[in-house]
């Protein structure tokens, strides 16, 4: 399924288990408890390792520098537990917990139940994509299967998810808008159901009422819900408590502007949680992180004082920091991309093209040359710290290209002089970005798991470029496509020579092949390159 190929002592025995336990379950019986395991685990070292970061201590700006809040990552799905269980019982205030700590899922009432099983079915279908990296010796033809049944049984689910707000539903149905339609659904099928994007927008939607927590009377064409009155959200006289519950909330609405955002750039959507391009710069949310970026800016010269030296604290604090402007980036680009598709004045969209120039200054004043220390320090790094920083630097770069590729597919060749150097930088940095998402190894171990016969298999160590477990893979995608087009530019300009343009095109083609068979978008993608390298 996947065209990089583990080395032989990373694909031993895995395959007996799941060629015992999961291959032979067929068409609608219930997934494995071993491949449920396994899937969760993988999903938990990929999405959750990035995601986490997105919204820990140094990068929320809601709590930004929150000694309560980790410095390295916050699980959102523990996060989304507790909101939930705290908002269903508020009354409980004899042992406050802080917003990090596990729940024990067996005493919810059969809803309760149900919505954790819900999260479960798409958490393997989000994560299914990489069953062959588990199971290297599977036949492709019955891993894809297992994929397609994966996701079936998830989208089966999520008009019931929808109907049933609650943060953990909202994480539910944002994960399905992530997850790839496998390869072998028809378009009948494909547009037969809820779309990922319908899903991500009625994430949005759950999480907007959620906050507001609604208590007047509520009424449409078909149902009406009388005057509500609510519990407070009372943990007892312990402020800590209370501070605790206002800071999961709070990072919570943050994991969801991210996603707000997010569908905002890469699908030219209406953003739910925010203002779109009248109203952005003033959204408590952005100033919050312009305000934080300044606080970092005094940070980072409190580092050069005392002698500039990258350490795995310092560069977590440095990647998150960044992924929050990052954040901002994406809605100005966003915001952007709306002002030349809606066809607004020069006036309004002057003053949002100059909030790129000023945000691609900051950026290079505040962020770059602590990243390129980073890069140079990136070898004594932990693993985690170099899959944060290969995103960060895939994601800040897509901004722009996106910026420069909205310019020139309207026309508005007035407005790239100024961001010529800008362009060039982030064509760099992004070969650069993909060629050590090839070269750099990333590695999942798997639990031990017992036999029949009651004895215990060893761990497996799962080892593969960064790009095989990459979590947004459709980043990737859009990635390569802009730089394809870039280097196709170039070399019929002369800027690049024949070997040159080999090289890189070379790169974009393997890191394609990276990416999971599984996906329709991916394999779309490689189809469109090959025709291209053909042209060519």
Same mark, same amino acid.
């Given at each position: 399924?996947?065209?990089?190929?583990?080395?032989?002592?990373?694909?031993?025995?895995?395959?007996?288990?799941?060629?015992?336990?999961?291959?032979?379950?067929?068409?609608?019986?219930?997934?494995? /408890?071993?491949?449920?395991?396994? $899937?969760?685990? %993988?999903?938990?070292?990929?999405? #959750?390792?990035?995601?986490?970061?997105? &919204? @820990?201590?140094?990068?929320?700006?809601?709590?930004?520098?929150?000694?309560?809040?980790?410095?390295?990552?916050?699980?959102?799905?523990?996060?989304?537990?507790?909101?939930?269980?705290?908002?269903?019982?508020?009354?409980?205030?004899?042992?406050?917990?802080?917003?990090?700590?596990?729940?024990?899922?067996?005493?919810?009432?059969?809803?309760?139940?149900?919505?954790?099983?819900?999260?479960?079915?798409?958490?393997?279908?989000?994560?299914?994509?990489?069953?062959?990296?588990?199971?290297?010796?599977?036949?492709?033809?019955?891993?894809?299967?297992?994929?397609?049944?994966?996701?079936?049984?998830?989208?089966?689910?999520?008009?019931?998810?929808?109907?049933?707000?609650?943060?953990?539903?909202?994480? /539910?149905?944002?994960?399905?808008? $992530?997850?790839? %339609?496998?390869?072998?659904?028809? #378009?009948?099928?494909?547009?037969?159901? &809820? @779309?990922?994007?319908?899903?991500?927008?009625?994430?949005?939607?759950?999480?907007?009422?959620?906050?507001?927590?609604?208590?007047?009377?509520?009424?449409?064409?078909?149902?009406?819900?009388?005057?509500?009155?609510?519990?407070?959200?009372?943990?007892?006289?312990?402020?800590?408590?209370?501070?605790?519950?206002?800071?999961?909330?709070?990072?919570?609405?943050?994991?969801?502007?991210?996603?707000?955002?997010?569908?905002?750039?890469?699908?030219?959507?209406?953003?739910?949680?925010?203002?779109?391009?009248?109203?952005?710069?003033?959204?408590?949310?952005?100033?919050?992180?312009?305000?934080?970026?300044?606080?970092?800016?005094?940070?980072?010269?409190?580092?050069?004082?005392?002698?500039?030296?990258? /350490?795995?604290?310092?560069?977590?604090?440095?990647?998150?920091?960044?992924?929050?402007?990052?954040?901002?980036?994406?809605?100005?680009?966003?915001?952007?991309?709306?002002?030349?598709?809606?066809?607004?004045?020069?006036?309004?969209?002057?003053?949002?093209?100059?909030?790129?120039?000023?945000?691609?200054?900051?950026?290079?004043?505040?962020?770059?040359?602590?990243?390129?220390?980073?890069?140079?320090?990136?070898?004594?790094?932990?693993?985690?710290?170099?899959?944060?920083?290969?995103?960060?630097?895939?994601?800040?770069?897509?901004?722009?290209?996106?910026?420069?590729?909205?310019?020139?597919?309207?026309?508005?060749?007035?407005?790239?002089?100024?961001?010529?150097?800008?362009?060039?930088?982030?064509?760099?940095?992004?070969?650069?970005?993909?060629?050590?998402?090839?070269?750099?190894?990333?590695?999942?171990?798997?639990?031990?798991? /017992?036999?029949?016969?009651?004895?215990?298999?060893?761990?497996?160590?799962?080892?593969?470029?960064?790009?095989?477990?990459?979590?947004?893979?459709?980043?990737?995608?859009?990635?390569?496509?802009?730089?394809?087009?870039?280097?196709?530019?170039?070399?019929?300009?002369?800027?690049?020579?024949?070997?040159?343009?080999?090289?890189?095109?070379?790169?974009?083609?393997?890191?394609?092949?990276?990416?999971?068979?599984?996906?329709?978008?991916?394999?779309?993608?490689?189809?469109?390159?090959?025709?291209?390298?053909?042209?060519?």
């Amino acid at each position: 399924m996947f065209s990089y190929i583990p080395d032989s002592d990373t694909r031993h025995s895995q395959w007996d288990t799941f060629q015992g336990n999961v291959l032979t379950n067929r068409n609608d019986e219930p997934l494995d /408890t071993i491949a449920s395991r396994y $899937l969760g685990l %993988i999903y938990s070292e990929t999405w #959750e390792v990035i995601f986490g970061h997105f &919204l @820990s201590r140094f990068s929320c700006p809601f709590t930004f520098g929150d000694e309560n809040v980790s410095e390295r990552m916050v699980s959102i799905r523990t996060l989304c537990t507790q909101l939930d269980r705290w908002m269903a019982d508020s009354t409980s205030a004899t042992s406050p917990r802080t917003y990090t700590e596990q729940f024990d899922l067996s005493i919810g009432d059969e809803s309760d139940c149900q919505t954790e099983e819900f999260l479960n079915s798409v958490i393997r279908a989000y994560a299914a994509r990489w069953l062959p990296l588990a199971a290297p010796g599977a036949k492709p033809q019955e891993l894809q299967q297992m994929i397609i049944r994966l996701w079936r049984e998830a989208r089966r689910n999520m008009l019931k998810v929808i109907n049933r707000p609650s943060y953990r539903s909202m994480l /539910t149905l944002y994960l399905f808008g $992530l997850t790839p %339609i496998p390869e072998g659904i028809s #378009e009948e099928e494909e547009h037969d159901g &809820l @779309s990922g994007h319908v899903c991500v927008q009625a994430a949005l939607q759950q999480v907007y009422m959620l906050r507001v927590r609604q208590k007047s009377l509520q009424f449409n064409g078909s149902k009406m819900s009388p005057t509500v009155t609510m519990k407070n959200i009372a943990l007892g006289p312990d402020p800590m408590a209370t501070s605790s519950f206002l800071n999961a909330e709070s990072i919570a609405h943050w994991a969801a502007l991210t996603f707000d955002t997010s569908a905002s750039m890469t699908l030219s959507a209406r953003p739910i949680l925010s203002s779109g391009l009248f109203g952005y710069e003033d959204d408590w949310c952005w100033c919050l992180v312009r305000s934080c970026t300044e606080m970092f800016q005094a940070t980072r010269k409190e580092w050069y004082a005392a002698g500039m030296e990258i /350490t795995e604290s310092k560069a977590n604090q440095l990647v998150a920091s960044g992924s929050a402007f990052k954040l901002l980036m994406w809605k100005l680009a966003a915001v952007f991309r709306e002002a030349l598709r809606d066809g607004h004045d020069e006036q309004v969209l002057k003053k949002v093209y100059d909030s790129i120039i000023d945000g691609v200054d900051q950026f290079n004043r505040t962020y770059r040359d602590l990243l390129e220390a980073c890069q140079k320090r990136i070898h004594f790094l932990s693993q985690d710290t170099k899959f944060r920083w290969y995103v960060l630097m895939l994601h800040y770069n897509l901004s722009i290209l996106l910026v420069i590729d909205a310019i020139e597919g309207t026309q508005r060749h007035d407005l790239l002089p100024p961001l010529t150097s800008a362009k060039t930088d982030a064509e760099n940095s992004m070969i650069n970005t993909l060629a050590f998402g090839l070269e750099t190894m990333y590695s999942i171990t798997l639990p031990c798991t /017992t036999s029949l016969g009651g004895t215990s298999t060893r761990d497996d160590r799962i080892t593969v470029p960064l790009l095989a477990v990459e979590p947004y893979p459709h980043h990737v995608v859009a990635a390569v496509q802009l730089m394809l087009r870039a280097i196709q530019r170039d070399r019929a300009a002369e800027k690049i020579g024949s070997d040159t343009y080999a090289n890189l095109a070379s790169i974009l083609h393997r890191v394609l092949r990276l990416l999971p068979d599984s996906s329709k978008s991916v394999q779309a993608a490689r189809k469109l390159a090959d025709t291209r390298a053909e042209v060519t």
